[in-house]
């Protein structure tokens, strides 16, 4: 943390309604269709989020406003209304909730708090969910009516989905492809909400270790295997959620939105909870490389395997393993000089 960081003045901002608006271009870059485009739109809220954390935040809002309203003028108007809904939005947010801080008593020199790990993912998770409900809901306000909405839809994307499945129905003459043309419907706004949470969490890290590193953040950086605790009533959300996704279709497809984004916000914390578990273990960092070794797979190849962290972040939310283990663990009594052993990060 910089204790001596100067008051916000004219050139933070500049920076900052800089950082917001190139958040902007490298989203139009990132609609050119090529693999490098498609790693752009992972990092194009980056700037904004860096211009937020180290510079001026409402000036970073500034600037991806104006970016926004810049890609609707200059290009087609969707794209600046999508940069704006699906980046700029979500992003400003979070970056203002990242940046907010209190004291519990003004009148106290105690260092002001500042919103923990798990509190921005849970903020993380919400945005998310809110992007893919208002583009979901527009859809089906623009389409006149759910059934017309996923019709659109599967005309839209059946062509491409038709050419993905053509081997396996060679292989499967019995494979029902309408149905699956309908499924991956149904579940695209769940993808969105959970790639959304995502791209934020992974770019809000990003941004936070850049500004740390430039000694411009305010605070100081948390341990993160023992901060990331979700609110325990996301966990409970989560499993409601999962429930409705069994329902009517438009209100499974809704919920199917909140749960992945909760989904991957649990997995996260059950990735959190072996860190902090694991903790001073000789065998640690073999069942760490085994974790990330699961967790790269199911991002990549197999997502049913993220599950087993889902289903860890559910028993961290349940039981608090953390906290127990800190609980449990004896006070040891020290010679003069004799260090614990522990592992300082």
Not at 296 to 302: F, I, K, M, S, Y
Request: net charge neutral; with cysteine; hydrophobic share 50%.
């Amino acid at each position: 943390m910089n204790d001596n960081k100067p008051p916000i003045d004219w050139s933070d901002r500049l920076v900052g309604f800089g950082a917001g608006l190139s958040s902007a271009l490298l989203f139009a870059a990132s609609t050119r269709g090529t693999g490098l485009a498609i790693a752009l739109a992972y990092v194009c809220v980056l700037p904004q989020l860096i211009g937020a954390l180290g510079f001026s935040a409402g000036a970073a809002v500034a600037g991806a406003a104006a970016g926004a309203l810049f890609l609707s003028q200059a290009g087609e108007p969707l794209l600046g209304v999508g940069f704006f809904l699906g980046f700029a939005l979500p992003g400003s947010a979070l970056g203002l909730l990242a940046r907010w801080s209190w004291r519990k008593d003004p009148d106290l020199a105690a260092p002001p708090l500042w919103p923990s790990p798990g509190l921005l993912l849970a903020g993380a998770v919400a945005l998310s969910t809110l992007v893919a409900w208002a583009l979901t809901g527009g859809l089906i306000w623009s389409e006149g009516g759910f059934d017309a909405a996923v019709r659109s839809s599967l005309g839209e994307y059946g062509p491409g989905i038709d050419k993905a499945l053509r081997k396996l129905r060679e292989i499967a003459p019995d494979f029902d492809l309408d149905l699956a043309k309908k499924l991956f419907v149904l579940c695209l706004p769940a993808a969105v909400a959970g790639s959304q949470t995502l791209l934020l969490t992974f770019n809000l890290w990003l941004a936070g270790r850049a500004v740390e590193i430039s000694g411009r953040l305010d605070r100081d950086w948390p341990p993160l295997p023992e901060t990331t605790v979700l609110p325990r009533a996301l966990g409970l959300a989560f499993v409601v959620a999962v429930g409705l996704c069994f329902y009517s279709a438009p209100v499974a497809v809704f919920a199917g939105a909140f749960a992945a984004s909760a989904g991957f916000a649990l997995a996260l914390q059950g990735l959190a909870c072996i860190h902090a578990l694991t903790r001073d273990h000789g065998s640690r960092g073999m069942v760490l490389a085994g974790a990330y070794a699961v967790a790269l797979v199911g991002l990549t190849a197999a997502p049913p395997l993220l599950i087993l962290f889902v289903l860890f972040g559910l028993a961290e939310s349940a039981f608090s393993l953390r906290a127990r283990k800190a609980r449990a663990k004896p006070t040891e009594k020290k010679e003069p000089g004799e260090s614990n052993g522990s592992d300082p990060a």
